[in-house]
């Protein structure tokens, strides 16, 4: 992983290389042996301490950099799934709901039309029913004519035979007289 010019491992290795410089040149003077054994195991082991610390420390800040950068995405890839399921749901809705009034308008339509045809087919019936009568009516008419006009008949017949019966009785009858 390279490590950026301006992170804080490089600024602080430059730091630490230009005070071990400094140390050195202000040392010098002494003897080599006594600055080199100084040098190897006093100096060196803290710059390299120093080095491992400040690139754990760049490590370990990278690290959590990734990681709310991690959940940071995550958090915006849970919204946006939020979001368009909200949206799914609220088109589910209104989709149920214009069906709902659809089928409600249809049914009410179809309430309105059987009752059309109801109220049709009663006065239909109501018609055949009144013709039915008329017809009832004027056949009792005809028939209670041809009972009148028969019973008349009867009558007439029968006024006739008891007309012709007091003639016969009385001897006035014209089938008694010559001719």
Do not use: C
């Not at 992983?1 to 730091?15: G, L, Q, R």
């Not at 958090?75 to 209104?94: R, Y």
């Not at 709901?97 to 109220?119: F, H, L, R, V």
């Amino acid at each position: 992983m390279p490590i950026k010019p301006d992170s804080p491992t490089i600024v602080n290795a430059a730091v630490s290389l230009e005070l071990l410089t400094k140390y050195a040149i202000k040392y010098h003077e002494r003897s080599a042996s006594s600055f080199t054994n100084r040098w190897n195991f006093e100096i060196v082991p803290l710059f390299q301490a120093k080095l491992r610390f400040s690139s754990a420390k760049g490590q370990a800040q990278e690290k959590t950099g990734q990681a709310m950068d991690t959940v940071t995405d995550k958090a915006h890839v849970a919204i946006d799934s939020a979001s368009e399921k909200a949206v799914f749901a609220k088109d589910k809705a209104f989709e149920a709901a214009e069906a709902t009034k659809k089928k409600a308008i249809e049914t009410a339509e179809a309430a309105k039309k059987k009752e059309s045809e109801t109220a049709q087919a009663a006065k239909e019936k109501a018609s055949q029913i009144a013709k039915s009568g008329n017809e009832t009516a004027q056949a009792g008419r005809e028939n209670t004519v041809g009972i009148v006009q028969k019973t008349g008949e009867q009558v007439m017949s029968m006024a006739q035979g008891a007309a012709d019966a007091v003639k016969n009785t009385l001897g006035m009858n014209d089938t008694a007289k010559p001719k």
